[in-house]
């Protein structure tokens, strides 16, 4: 069975500063991991995504995640964080077998001015 | 207009009432799903559908059932009501291939008293 972990329940940092959202994962096979972005009264957003090649993906709105599998992770990073970044982010993995996906519990992020 | 809709946005009912929630895309997309999202306990998929004739239970589909339409429509039942199916629901659809990200809507507010 597929699972997938966000340690942090809340991450807070300073606007300006870099931010880090982390996410661990259990798939058997290949991992198709996805991070989502959750605003207040609105539905998920695509971030990114890493299916295959370069550990480093980039996404929408500046932000980034790095794939390592030796330690199953794909943590969300972004250099510089902005007070508009704060909300619900979830990242996912997808069972390429089933072709359903599983989501970490979230973690709110909350940057200040 | 929005990819993805969901009707209603927010419903309020009482204990025992049969509801329906629905969803309706226009991304052309065969892949839909349900899901349910509590606090602290992200997402969990109740239901999803690959075409029209396949339909599939997900990991808390008690004391719900699902209807596939067309293509483009995928609806939520719950017979009879209970308070603690009060949460937010989401529809979402993905594309064929598991590589493809999936597309929410706004999400529907239910609360059953």
């Known amino acids: 069975a597929q699972s997938v972990a966000q340690p942090e329940d809340q991450v807070n940092v300073a606007e300006g500063n870099p931010l880090t959202v982390k996410c661990t994962y259990s798939?058997?096979?290949?991992?198709?991991l996805f991070w989502y972005v959750q605003y207040p009264n609105r539905g998920l957003q695509f971030l990114l995504k890493?299916?295959?090649?370069?550990?480093l993906v980039k996404g929408s709105y500046g932000f980034e995640a790095e794939f390592n599998k030796s330690q199953t992770s794909f943590h969300l990073k972004k250099p510089s964080a902005l007070v508009s970044d704060s909300a619900l982010y979830f990242c996912a993995v997808r069972d390429t077998n089933a072709g359903k996906s599983t989501f970490g519990d979230g973690t709110t992020l909350t940057v200040k001015p | 207009d929005a990819d993805v809709t969901q009707t209603p946005r927010n419903r309020i009912t009482k204990t025992g009432k049969r509801i329906m929630l629905e969803c309706s895309q226009t991304?052309?997309?065969?892949?839909m799903y349900w899901y349910r999202q509590d606090p602290g306990l992200g997402l969990r998929l109740i239901y999803y559908?690959?075409?029209?004739?396949?339909?599939n239970k997900g990991e808390i589909s008690d004391g719900y059932s699902v209807s596939r339409q067309a293509q483009a429509k995928f609806s939520l039942s719950l017979e009879s009501a209970i308070p603690n199916q009060t949460a937010l629901y989401f529809c979402a659809t993905s594309d064929r291939h598991f590589t493809f990200e999936q597309f929410f809507g706004p999400g529907t507010r239910l609360t059953v008293l």
């Open positions: 890493y299916i295959t090649g370069d550990n």
């Open positions: 798939v058997s096979g290949n991992p198709y």
């Open positions: 559908s690959f075409d029209v004739k396949d339909i």
């Open positions: 991304k052309g997309h065969d892949r």
